[in-house]
């Protein structure tokens, strides 16, 4: 009896185990910072609301690089459209935009279903609709090329990010995968060994998908990652076709590789962008 309390209770709270979402007042909501205020490149930040075509209403930022001393856009190529990892919500984010729009990009950066303003719960099914709607936006009603639009996914956002570049009508420019796993199962091996697969509803088997990807790939992962352990990257790096690039960090943990990785990790970032959308010629 124990034994069928317990799965049942995984079946039940799974979400709980995977999505952590936050809410934020409406104090919250602007991010300018003014120790910004020096840079001369910052993010012009349009808040956008998106309905996904089962009916949720969810909430992005699409940000421009600006010319803060002369108070003009600056025009960029590239266009990253970012899905971010399971916990929080876009808020957060706002420093890595800076580093982006720095390269010059556009940056397209929505929140799930359930996190910070936007409406409904998170499911699997739910957030790839999240992302698809998303990428419609900036396909269909902006008018934007593919051949300009990397798509970034970090942690859980990387499976979101592999499920969008899998849709046989969807080609990016490149595809960067940030400290992501290869499946949902696989994970809750690691954590609960004892877990039946067949109790998990939740897939996102990224390792089945990946292999299918023709789109230039860079693959991200700390070595000392203490949430989604290095060989998970390593996996998913393993059954991505050609072309591919994998990048190692040492010291960095889940969350910090930004911070720990520093010039030589956004770097590479940049490089990686610049090889799939060329920027324009000055």
Request: aromatic share 10%; proline share 8%; net charge negative.
């Amino acid at each position: 009896m124990i034994p069928i309390i317990f799965y049942s209770d995984c079946m039940i709270f799974e979400n709980h185990f995977i999505y952590f979402p936050s809410k934020f007042s409406d104090g919250d909501w602007q991010p300018w910072h003014t120790h910004h205020d020096s840079l001369p490149i910052q993010p012009r930040i349009e808040d956008i609301f998106l309905t996904t075509s089962d009916g949720a209403r969810i909430h992005g930022w699409f940000c421009q690089p600006w010319d803060h001393r002369n108070q003009t856009p600056i025009d960029s190529q590239a266009v990253v459209l970012w899905s971010h990892r399971n916990a929080g919500n876009i808020t957060p984010r706002f420093e890595m935009i800076l580093e982006l729009v720095r390269i010059p990009a556009n940056v397209l950066i929505f929140d799930y279903r359930g996190y910070g303003r936007s409406e409904g719960k998170p499911s699997e099914a739910g957030i790839y609709h999240d992302a698809l709607t998303a990428w419609n936006v900036l396909v269909c009603d902006q008018d934007i090329d593919p051949t300009r639009i990397v798509l970034l996914g970090r942690s859980l956002g990387g499976a979101v990010a592999i499920e969008l570049a899998s849709h046989d009508k969807i080609t990016p420019a490149g595809l960067i995968i940030e400290s992501s796993f290869t499946s949902i199962p696989d994970m809750a091996a690691e954590i609960i060994p004892i877990l039946p697969r067949f109790l998990i509803r939740t897939q996102m088997n990224s390792i089945d998908k990946v292999g299918g990807l023709t789109t230039p790939k860079l693959f991200v992962h700390s070595e000392d990652d203490d949430l989604i352990p290095y060989h998970h990257g390593q996996r998913l790096f393993a059954a991505a076709p050609e072309p591919k690039q994998f990048y190692s960090l040492q010291g960095a943990g889940h969350n910090d590789t930004q911070w720990v990785g520093g010039q030589p990790y956004l770097h590479t970032i940049r490089q990686f962008i610049h090889r799939c959308v060329p920027p324009n010629k000055p």
